[in-house]
């Protein structure tokens, strides 16, 4: 999110000089009269094209264009859950995978739980337990309680909300 707001305006500002460009460019295309301002500017335009200040700017704005590009193709890190701070100065973040595996061998050592989906979000992470036997509130508590416990121990600075499912265990009829 942080991304999109910070060039935003940047992106604006350069769609409205784009505008502004190729609007005599389509007045000329549909046999208009450009305005007055117009003619001055592209006048003063054609006598900078020759000015090494002028053509300096414009590489320097054709390379800033460049790295937003870039920027914006990069991958960011919304796969990963960041860590809180261990060493002042260093940051470490999980995969989310990693994390649900984590969670998923958590919660298949809970008595009673048979199969665990695990499917971890940047806000919350969706556990869907299938009970082979047992109590399922009692196996509920438990295992809300180890997922907890484990989640904390992972360290990360904002840890996901836990989304605890559990489901019996079906049997086909013989």
């Given amino acids: 999110m942080e991304r999109g707001r910070s060039t935003a305006w940047p992106v604006g500002l350069g769609l409205l000089g784009c505008a502004v460009l190729l609007g005599p460019a389509a007045?000329?295309?549909l046999s208009r009269e450009l305005p007055a301002w117009?003619?001055?500017?592209?006048?003063?335009?054609a006598l900078l094209a020759t000015d090494g200040w002028a053509i300096g700017g414009v590489a320097l704005l054709a390379?800033?264009?460049a790295a937003m590009v870039v920027t914006a193709l990069i991958p960011g890190t919304h796969r990963e859950l960041?860590?809180?701070?261990l060493i002042p100065g260093v940051r470490?973040?999980?995969?989310?995978r990693g994390v649900g595996s984590v969670l998923?061998?958590?919660?298949?050592?809970v008595p009673g739980v048979a199969g665990v989906r695990v499917r971890v979000h940047r806000r919350r992470a969706v556990v869907r337990a299938v009970l082979a036997f047992g109590d399922p509130a009692e196996a509920r508590e438990t295992l809300v309680a180890a997922l907890a416990a484990h989640r904390d121990r992972l360290g990360l600075s904002?840890?996901?909300r836990l989304?605890?499912?559990?489901?019996p265990l079906v049997c086909p009829a013989p």
């Fill in 82 to 85: 960041t860590r809180g701070p």
């Fill in 92 to 96: 470490a973040s999980l995969d989310r």
């Fill in 158 to 160: 904002r840890p996901p």
């Fill in 27 to 29: 007045a000329v295309l």
């Fill in 104 to 109: 998923r061998d958590t919660a298949l050592r």
């Fill in 163 to 167: 989304v605890v499912r559990i489901a």
């Fill in 38 to 45: 117009i003619s001055t500017w592209t006048g003063h335009l």
């Fill in 63 to 65: 390379l800033a264009g």
